[in-house]
T-cell receptor, first 112, second 112 residues
């Protein structure tokens, strides 16, 4: 079982709709959760971090965390073509605050 | 505030050669991590340094090594290059324990 799992996609969403990206993790001791966006040929860019159960909103982005079920999700409202990218989920090791475990990423395509 | 700076941006090397990549973290960030990214393998952790000490190392052969200087700048070295070492090498710095990483633009290494 992979430590951090994401659906590789591609996930195709119409422009203006809500894109929903999911991530599950195996380490129950994990406390820090991150979503990164990576455009083709570019480096990952941190877009959301979440540390406690519930929702965290930042503009069109909402991160949701459920530690009991060990999943974290990212919602993108009013999806734009510029949101087309690969989204990486990262989770800290339960025994190490400084090492992240990465999912393989979900490719998101927003269709105009 | 300057971001994470990686040099060079691009490199072409021949099999058997060695290469040194450089990373300057964001000012004040003492933790530097290195990753290898290939299309098929995603982000693979190489090693992480904090205050000139390697705190963790990924599952890479001994040909891959690194170090960190007193000013937090870090270098990684790959000796006896193989074709499979062709990848995007990313450096990331972390400000606080448990916080997210900020990535540099990466060094794209091509081994021919």
């Amino acid at each position: 079982q992979k430590e951090v799992e994401q659906n590789s996609g591609p996930l195709s969403v119409p422009e203006g709709a809500i894109a929903s990206l999911n991530c599950t993790y195996s380490d129950r001791g994990s406390q820090s959760f991150f979503w990164y966006r990576q455009y083709s040929g570019k480096s990952p860019e941190l877009i959301m971090s979440i540390y406690s159960n519930g929702d965290k909103e930042d503009g069109r982005f909402t991160a949701q965390l459920n530690k009991a079920s060990q999943y974290v999700s990212l919602l993108i409202r009013d999806s734009q073509p510029s949101d087309s990218a690969t989204y990486l989920c990262a989770v800290n090791r339960g025994d190490s605050n400084y090492q992240l475990i990465w999912g393989a990423g979900t490719k998101l395509i927003i269709k105009p | 505030k300057a971001g994470v700076t990686q040099t060079p941006r691009y490199l072409i090397k021949t099999r058997g050669q060695q290469v040194t990549l450089s990373c300057s973290p964001i000012s004040g960030h003492r933790s530097v991590s290195w990753y290898q990214q290939t299309p098929g393998q995603g982000l693979q952790f190489l090693f992480e340094y904090f205050s000139e000490t390697q705190r963790n190392k990924g599952n890479f052969p001994g040909r891959f090594s690194g170090r960190q200087f007193s000013n937090s700048r870090s270098e990684m070295n790959v000796s006896t290059l193989e074709l499979g070492d062709s990848a995007l090498y990313l450096c990331a710095s972390q400000q606080t324990l448990g916080g997210g990483y900020t990535f540099g633009s990466g060094t794209r290494l091509t081994v021919v």
